[in-house]
T-cell receptor, first 109, second 114 residues
Framework: AQRVTQPEKLLSVFKGAPVELKCNYS??????LFWYVQYSRQRLQLLLR?????SIKGFTADLNKGETSFHLKKPFAQEEDSAMYYC???????????WGAGTKLIIKP | DAGVTQSPTHLIKTRGQQVTLRCSPI?????VSWYQQVLGQGPQFIFQ???????GRGNFPDRFSARQFPNYSSELNVNALLLGDSALYLC?????????????FGPGTRLTVL
């Protein structure tokens, strides 16, 4: 079964430290993965997607098919990065996005 | 454009009742998806509609139904409410049929079943 796992419910790091939010998936085929973010009192919004291979707000994510991972990384965390982060996997067969449980990122000053 | 709008913001119902949640997509978006988000979990897909037709359905009982109107707005209906239906219900719109299109989310409707 297709599944997305975010093993950390909470991640707390100091400002300026590197951040890595973990996402593991199970999928047969070539996956397309997304990271969505929800800042406090804001809506869920797309942060970045695998296919774009871009850096958004300093975040990058590399698809590692061998390890079936799509970890989100940022070299130097900023306080405004504090938010809930969700990894999501599209299942084209029924137009469904499969979501991880989310990781709450807290950046300490 | 105010983005995706949902109504009501909050709702309290008792077990066995029925509820209707409403969603208006971003202007020009023809696809609407519904998700249920229970506290501490990620969103769970319920339905996707495109051009008034159901395109996808998640693993939810038949008590859950939805429809899309000619103006692309959508309603989610839940019958015979259970305590476990208490959750945040999210609506998302996108510009195309593909699940790979970016989805734009509304603020959600918080449903409490007593």
């Amino acid at each position: 079964a297709q599944r997305v796992t975010q093993p950390e419910k909470l991640l707390s790091v100091f400002k300026g430290a590197p951040v890595e939010l973990k996402c593991n998936y199970s999928y047969s085929g070539s996956p397309e993965l997304f990271w969505y973010v929800q800042y406090s009192r804001q809506r869920l919004q797309l942060l970045l997607r695998h296919i774009s291979r871009e850096s958004i707000k300093g975040f990058t994510a590399d698809l590692n098919k061998g390890e079936t991972s799509f970890h989100l990384k940022k070299p130097f965390a900023q306080e405004e990065d504090s938010a809930m982060y969700y990894c999501a996997l599209p299942r084209a067969s029924n137009y469904q996005l499969i979501w991880g449980a989310g990781t709450k990122l807290i950046i300490k000053p | 454009d105010a983005g995706v709008t949902q109504s009501p913001t909050h709702l309290i119902k008792t077990r066995g009742q029925q509820v209707t949640l409403r969603c208006s997509p971003i202007s020009g978006h023809k696809s609407v998806s519904w998700y249920q988000q229970v506290l501490g979990q990620g969103p769970q897909f319920i339905f996707q509609y495109y051009e008034k037709e159901e395109r996808g359905r998640g693993n939810f009982p038949d008590r859950f139904s939805a429809r899309q109107f000619p103006n692309y707005s959508s309603e989610l209906n839940v019958n015979a409410l259970l305590l476990g239906d208490s959750a945040l219900y999210l609506c998302a719109s996108s510009g195309g049929t593909s699940v790979y299109n970016e989805q734009f989310f509304g603020p959600g409707t918080r449903l409490t079943v007593l």
